[in-house]
């Protein structure tokens, strides 16, 4: 590689080759990110390291073969570390190389012609093929990582710094690119020399979006990224690779976040930096591993929309009360055998789903949601519903099918807003009259309750507004007399159940064939229960004629 006899057009061209060898050099970003990173792996080494020291031996295990299984978990976690860590250190490493190198092409430019004599030996640049693709000038940039093998360098001033996501930094001003060699003045400086580009600068791309899952240093990047450009809206829906298991602390620099999807991931934690997402109103989380809750949840008081459905969420956090703004919450498909008191707190829920979870029993204090507008509790093993229940007026679907339950509260009369209800598949005895006052139901399924329920509310006619009747798969004999009132009742499904009024045959016709039969049967009723008058014979009128007259001899008197 000797340059000797080599002319500077020669020189020059063998130095941009050498470092157009180099791969392109990682953003200011991507920097910032990777040494963040490294932090927070030995933050959370150490936590998992405390956590295999803290682990019991039962008495009937040996102790070296416990010590083993220790010593290899151990190891596990440094393996799964430097694992994690070579992306980040290899990033790293590279920008150190590209710092020396930035170095040495500026003692180049120090070498080469000043402007006056450029000018003169502009013929010869001009043949230099290197130096003709446009670009920012590089200079170099201090990096001083916690590795011992990095070089520590003083920090260059942020004014003179360009790096390929430059869009936050103090550009130039009036700097020309003249042969690929930028000429011109900057804040500050006199006229300034001619400069070798550095043809590796590219501009910042978006990892992630043409399909690559991101790794834990790119997911990184991708936030430092957002947090400068004050992004409101961060989607990595089934982006992340499956080795990303929790999220970097920088997570809470996204304070201009209003919407961040984290769904569908393999996700085990999250951050507690994440109550510094201050202004964020909708986190999608669904279809993760998460076992619990940070207490900075809390913090995010602006939440409108929370989605935790289908995770290992066992407990939920106090600072749940905090939430204030909350209107939809999904707790879906999680392993909740209860919901805290504090769920009363969320004044502003209107939405509000826990099903297929463990829970026995819903807060009395869920009757403080005074917002609610629909609640599923499906597939539970609920017994009841708190008489609560009846205080939420703004109420318009109740679902709590697959449950143990047995009776429905006598609040429901309150349930003015009531327009769905579904408590099919439980052990329901009797509907209580109560119901028959929720008059603005539209839809009621009652059905699957087997050899509990034998009977209808006798006032369910009351339900004039009702379209939808399932009552199926259970033991009612006769349909009571005021369903003759249903004139709204479009569908109607009895099949299943031992129905002797109205007959099979027309119950088969369709929910209005059954409501005309039972207004025909109730008028029939009506008309053969009136009391007939009998006319009196001319014998009957005579001796009671006779019977009422009064004696003159003072015989009989009259018995009125």
Known sequence: MGSSGKSNDEIVEEIMRIHRCLPARPSIEEVEAAKALI???????QLKLDAITRQNKRKDVPEELFRILQEMQRNFVHFQSKEQKWEAMKLLDLDNVHSLFDDLIQRASKCLPSKSQANDNSASFSGSSSLNSPAVTATATAITPS?????????????????????????????????????????GDALSRPKIVDSTLKPATTSGQDGEKLSLIKLASMIEVSSKKGSQELILKNKLSDQVEWLPDSMGKLSSLITLDLSENRITVLPTTIGGLSSLQKLDLHSNKIVELPDSIGDLLNLVYLDLSANNLKLLPASFARLAHLQELDLSSNMLSVLPETVG???????????????????????????????????????????????????????????????????????????????????????????????????????????????????????ELLEELDMSNNQIRILPDSFRMLSSLRVLKTEGNPLEVPPGNIAEKGAQAVVQYMADLVANR???????????????????????????????????
């Open 526 to 560: 009506d008309v053969k229960a009136q009391p007939v008058k009998k006319k009196k014979s001319w014998a009957q009128i005579c001796c009671f004629s006779r019977s009422n007259k009064r004696q003159r001899n003072g015989g009989d008197y009259v018995n009125a």
């Open 39 to 45: 932090g927070n792996l030995e933050k959370e080494d």
């Open 147 to 187: 590795s011992s093998f990095y070089n520590t360098k003083e920090p260059v001033k942020v004014a003179e710094m360009f790096s390929r996501d430059d869009s936050y930094l103090n550009k130039a001003k009036a700097t020309y690119l003249v042969d690929g060699i930028g000429v011109g003045l900057r804040s």
């Open 345 to 463: 707190s969320l004044v502003s829920l209107k939405k509000l789903i826990v099903e297929t979870n463990d829970l026995e029993e819903l807060p009395h204090t869920i009757g403080q949601c005074t917002s609610l507008k629909e609640l599923r509790a499906d597939y539970n093993r609920l017994k009841a519903l708190p008489e609560a229940v009846g205080r939420i007026e703004s109420l318009e679907i109740l679902s709590a099918r697959y449950n143990n339950i047995r009776q429905l509260p006598t609040t429901m009369s309150s349930l003015t807003s009531l327009k769905e209800l579904n408590v099919s598949f439980n052990e329901i005895e009797a509907m209580p009259e109560s119901l028959c006052f929720a008059t603005k139901l539209v839809k009621l399924n009652i059905s699957n309750n087997f050899a509990d329920l034998q009977s209808l509310p006798r006032s369910i006619g009351n339900l």
